[in-house]
Nanobody
Framework: QVQLVESGGGLVQAGGSLRLSCAAS????????MGWYRQAPGKQRELVAV???????NYADSVKGRFTISRDNAKNTVSLQMNGLSPEDTAVYYC???????????????WGQGTQVTVSS
């Protein structure tokens, strides 16, 4: 089994910063991509940022210039530094990883349990 465990959510005032972290553990052969999604009340889950094994990153337009994703391939961790937070960033943030559990296995998506980020105005 594979587990993704997030930490670092909380309550912050507008303009503040938070750092989310996620650690993947378990039966992992290789990770392709790790990233962050978020889901606000009444809205669909959306991509926030993703980091591929090749080192490329991709961000949602709404967070470009404010959020930074970083990844430690050796430790199977990914972090999201969030600066300049606004109330519109309030959501449950989910860590996600696309990985193989063994050689020749199907590439599979795994999700963390989510961590709440609340930005007050």
């Amino acid at each position: 089994q594979v587990q993704l465990v997030e930490s670092g959510g909380g309550l912050v005032q507008a303009g503040g910063s938070l750092r989310l972290s996620c650690a993947a553990s378990g039966s992992i052969f290789s990770i392709n991509a790790m990233g962050w999604y978020r889901q606000a009340p009444g809205k669909q889950r959306e991509l926030v940022a993703v980091s591929t094994s090749g080192g490329s990153t991709n961000y949602a337009d709404s967070v470009k210039g404010r959020f930074t994703i970083s990844r430690d391939n050796a430790k199977n961790t990914v972090s999201l530094q969030m600066n300049g937070l606004s109330p519109e960033d309030t959501a449950v943030y989910y860590c996600a990883a696309t990985l193989w559990t063994r050689p020749g296995s199907r590439r599979t998506d795994y999700w963390g349990q989510g961590t709440q980020v609340t930005v007050s105005s």
